[in-house]
């Protein structure tokens, strides 16, 4: 029986666990990146010769802390799918349904103390949060179960806390916040079911193994060629952003410093139009006030040429009574100069028709003497009175011109107080829009200070992570791709070890049993031969041959073999 079960335990061993991998659809490959892995790349896979299905995952090393223990565990990305390779069998509560969802198993349960639907809180090696990585540092354990990847009591390595992995936990994908996947997991084609632990399996494979190989380093070198592009083309924009910042930054250098020759420029400009203005006004006030004196000056005149006017009317108007007077007296009252004249000429051609020594010529001729002495005042006089027209006419003239002058001067007084006033309010205006754009130009100085400050040290940061970005192209190499087949999972390793070393057993242990089992059959048989001496004596006696004799203990031997063989196979194989 304990040959039986010896023999029978390493096959049941991998019967059971080839059931075990089917029913949760164990990966045959496990692929890993040293740059991650691209939808295109899972593409590419998938149409690799041998493959069936390629499922992409997360995964991340993170420290679970509760009370005062601290559990490295790998958290894996979970695909709750009827066909999701490496599904896990749930012992209890429910499968993820939403972010922040975990499963966890058995031990992590016990070490940490945790239940089902209890919170747990991961982080990094330092204590922070797995930004970048994960949308949540909470998570919610709302299961536990078991998963294919992991079926011994080794977890793998860790590259946080003490190096070693103590639990997993297994998340709903959509809580990992990753740019690429982490892992890869491929099926190989297996029509006839051969199982993982036969050499044909391992044949199987290996053209699979070779071709994914090939094809990682395919991708491998298109992965490393996009990253290039990328990383140049990021480095390129960050320095064409750093060009035109440090360029906005000097044009608005630019810009105050014209501003500022613009003010000074203007400022000069505007003392330059105070100057012309106060030029302007005072040339102004001389002309108004060489016109007003002028126009003083002229008043004076008319009143000067006004009293002489009056002076020699009072004279003419004497003389014109005293010269009427006599012409009246003589008969010839309101007779003109050239009237008398004309009486003159007339007497004297009378006087000439007459007698010289009568009366009537003595007369006429006294008559003549009066009229001739009246002529020559006479014309004085009117000449006079026509000089006298014309200082009236030039005195009136004279008021006229002064009148307008005066008119003209209060015009012009007028324009000059407008055009003052407008002139001032024009230099005000200007100097106004000069304090303004002086105030302008201080603020947008101070807030080019305060701009050039906050940006100087993000420029220089950005220098900086330029010159690391070409350092790190110029350093970037190829990604590496690892294809690890079952034989590099412990669990898988440890369980065939295990199969391996019960076969072994149970070839070496049960020739020991063979061996004691003949030493005592021989025992029993030569006790039993040395007993029955007589009835073999009596046998040959009788007639019996040496055959016969022989075949009867011979069957006793072979009934013994025969029915301790099936009891112990019987019993191996239900017990053992």
């Known amino acids: 029986s304990v040959f039986a079960g010896l023999r029978a335990t390493a096959p049941d061993m991998r019967a059971t666990a080839q059931a075990y991998f089917n029913a ?6 496990h692929l890993l990146s040293t740059m991650g892995f691209t939808e295109e790349d899972v593409d590419a896979l998938r149409q690799t010769k041998g493959v069936r299905d390629v499922t992409p995952g997360y995964s991340a090393d993170a420290i679970v802390s509760r009370s005062s223990t601290r559990l490295p565990v790998k958290l894996l990305s979970e695909d709750a799918g009827a066909s999701a390779v490496n599904r896990p069998a749930l012992q209890s509560g429910r499968m993820p349904a939403a972010a922040g969802e975990c499963l966890a198993d058995e031990r992590f349960m016990g070490e940490a103390g945790c239940h089902v639907g209890d919170e747990v809180v991961v982080s990094n090696g330092s204590g922070g949060e797995l930004t970048g990585t994960l949308t949540t540092s909470t998570l919610r354990v709302v299961g536990v179960a078991d998963t294919p990847l992991y079926i011994s009591y080794d977890r793998g390595t860790s590259t946080i806390g003490t190096g070693s992995v103590d639990a997993y936990l297994l998340l709903d994908e959509r809580t990992f916040s ?18 993982r632990f036969s050499d044909r399996y391992d044949s199987l494979l290996r053209p699979v193994s070779d071709a994914l190989t090939a094809a990682g380093k395919a991708r491998a070198q298109v992965r490393y060629d996009q990253l290039v592009s990328d990383g140049r083309r990021q480095v390129d924009e960050a320095g064409a952003q750093l060009r035109q910042a440090q360029q906005q930054l000097t044009e608005a250098a630019g810009r105050l410093a014209q501003a500022r020759t613009q003010i000074a420029d203007g400022r000069a400009k505007l003392r330059e139009a105070w100057q012309a203005y106060d030029a302007a006004v005072g040339s102004a006030r001389r002309q108004l006030d060489d016109a007003e004196a002028k126009l003083q000056t002229g008043e004076a005149d008319l009143a000067a040429r006004q009293a002489d006017l009056r002076q020699a009317r009072s004279a003419y108007d004497s003389a014109a009574a005293e010269l009427e007077g006599k012409k009246i007296q003589a008969g010839l009252g309101g007779l003109t100069a050239a009237q008398l004249t004309e009486r003159l000429a007339q007497m004297q051609a009378a006087q000439r028709q007459l007698p010289p020594a009568s009366v009537e010529a003595r007369t006429l001729a006294g008559q003549m003497a009066g009229l001739s002495a009246l002529i020559g005042p006479q014309q004085q006089l009117e000449s006079t009175a026509a000089r006298l027209a014309e200082g009236r006419e030039q005195v009136a003239a004279a008021a006229r011109e002064i009148d307008a002058g005066k008119t003209q001067l209060s015009r012009q007084s007028a324009q000059f107080v407008q ?38 040290p993000r420029m220089d940061a950005a220098a900086r992570a330029i010159d690391d970005g070409e350092k790190a192209l110029a350093s970037l190499r190829a990604p590496e791709w690892y294809v690890l087949d079952l034989n590099t999972n412990a669990g898988f390793v440890s369980f065939k ?3 391996d070393r019960i076969r072994a057993v149970s070839l070496v242990f049960p020739l020991i049993f063979f061996l004691v089992a003949a030493l005592v ?13 007589t009835v073999i004596g009596t046998m040959k006696a009788l007639g019996y041959g040496r055959g016969k004799i022989a075949a009867r203990y011979l069957f006793f031997a072979f ?5 301790g063989s099936a009891a112990g196979l019987g019993a191996g194989y239900q017990i053992f």
């Open 24 to 29: 949760r659809n164990l990966m045959d490959f």
């Open 178 to 195: 990753l740019p690429v996947y982490t892992d890869l997991y491929v099926t190989a084609r297996n029509p006839m079911a051969i199982s």
């Open 419 to 456: 055009q003052q006033r407008d002139g001032q309010e024009r230099l005000t205006a200007q100097q106004r829009q000069l304090d303004a754009a002086e105030a302008k130009l201080a603020a947008g100085e101070e807030e080019y200070a305060r701009q050039q400050a906050e940006a100087r």
């Open 497 to 499: 070890q295990d199969a």
């Open 521 to 533: 059959s021989l025992t029993a048989m030569t006790r039993l031969v040395e007993d029955d001496r």
């Open 559 to 563: 009934s013994a073999s025969v029915l």
